[in-house]
């Protein structure tokens, strides 16, 4: 549970508005452009913030991120507290369907951006 709670502590630390200027992708850092996932963790901080339009405009996919990163949080913590069993989920998670799916997703949304088509890469 030590995940999700410190990646959505440090989105909730981040201010969109000011970036810190240091750039934690290594995609970016290698090729110097925007990667499918450029924009999330601004997302995050604008979403944690109320301001859902803006997150939305830094990625896409940030509400389904914060979604998923809640949904994480409870089922730990419903499974810790011994209210359900969590292995179920865990087994799902685990499989690659999911995740093959998910950057499928990110990484056709990124070209689009990159194309121009949904407006520019959020950098």
Avoid: K
Avoid at 38 to 65: D, K, N, Q
């Amino acid at each position: 549970m030590a995940v999700p709670v410190g990646a959505l502590c440090g989105c909730a630390l981040l201010d969109p508005e000011r970036p810190a200027g240091w750039i934690f992708c290594p995609f970016r850092l290698l090729t110097g452009i925007a990667c499918p996932l450029c924009g999330m963790t601004r997302g995050l901080a604008s979403l944690l913030r109320g301001r859902w339009g803006e997150g939305v405009g830094y990625h896409l996919f940030s509400p389904l991120v914060l979604g998923a990163a809640v949904a994480w949080i409870v089922v730990e913590a419903g499974h810790g507290a011994g209210v359900w069993d969590g292995r179920g989920v865990g087994r799902w998670v685990l499989r690659p369907a999911p995740w093959v799916a998910f950057i499928s997703l990110c990484t056709i949304y990124g070209a689009l951006r990159w194309c121009g088509i949904l407006g520019g890469p959020v950098v």
